[in-house]
């Protein structure tokens, strides 16, 4: 099922992300290897594309925070993303993305990332 969470921007120098604590959860618990998921992001604004990128294993530190923080203080939860990578793909600090959906169907391969990571960036 797909869910929204904010992109914050932290160096991860990769294409993969770092999940929100709700996604992150389950699959720790299912133990779900990083490399069977593919995660499809589709942002909720016209200005950035929709995407499948990989994830690190981790979740994201800032969501974290927000977890732990108090009821009223909470928000939408938050997708950590390289800001270098995002900048190719029109995503900006902050936006909302509606789509994402960790389908471990989808598996790709470190040779098929490669190869769909360079038509990414010649698009």
Same mark, same amino acid.
């Given at each position: 099922?797909?869910?929204?969470?904010?992109?914050?921007?932290?160096?991860?120098?990769?294409?993969?992300?770092?999940?929100?604590?709700?996604?992150?959860?389950?699959?720790?618990?299912?133990?779900?290897?990083?490399?069977?998921?593919?995660?499809?992001?589709?942002?909720?604004?016209?200005?950035?594309?929709?995407?499948?990128?990989?994830?690190?294993?981790?979740?994201? *530190?800032? @969501?974290? &925070?927000?977890?732990?923080?108090?009821?009223? $203080?909470?928000?939408? %939860?938050? +997708?950590?993303?390289?800001?270098?990578?995002?900048?190719?793909?029109?995503?900006?600090?902050?936006?909302?993305?509606?789509?994402?959906? *960790?389908? @471990?169907? &989808?598996?790709?391969?470190?040779?098929?990332? $490669?190869?769909?990571? %360079?038509? +990414?960036?010649?698009?």
């Amino acid at each position: 099922m797909p869910r929204r969470a904010r992109l914050h921007f932290v160096s991860l120098k990769s294409s993969l992300v770092n999940f929100p604590i709700s996604i992150y959860g389950p699959l720790l618990e299912r133990q779900i290897r990083p490399q069977t998921l593919a995660v499809h992001l589709k942002p909720t604004d016209v200005e950035g594309r929709e995407v499948y990128v990989g994830w690190t294993g981790m979740a994201s *530190a800032s @969501s974290l &925070a927000s977890f732990n923080s108090t009821a009223g $203080e909470r928000g939408i %939860e938050t +997708l950590e993303i390289d800001p270098q990578y995002t900048a190719g793909l029109g995503f900006k600090e902050g936006a909302k993305s509606e789509g994402i959906e *960790a389908d @471990s169907r &989808a598996v790709v391969t470190p040779k098929k990332h $490669e190869i769909t990571q %360079e038509h +990414l960036l010649k698009a």
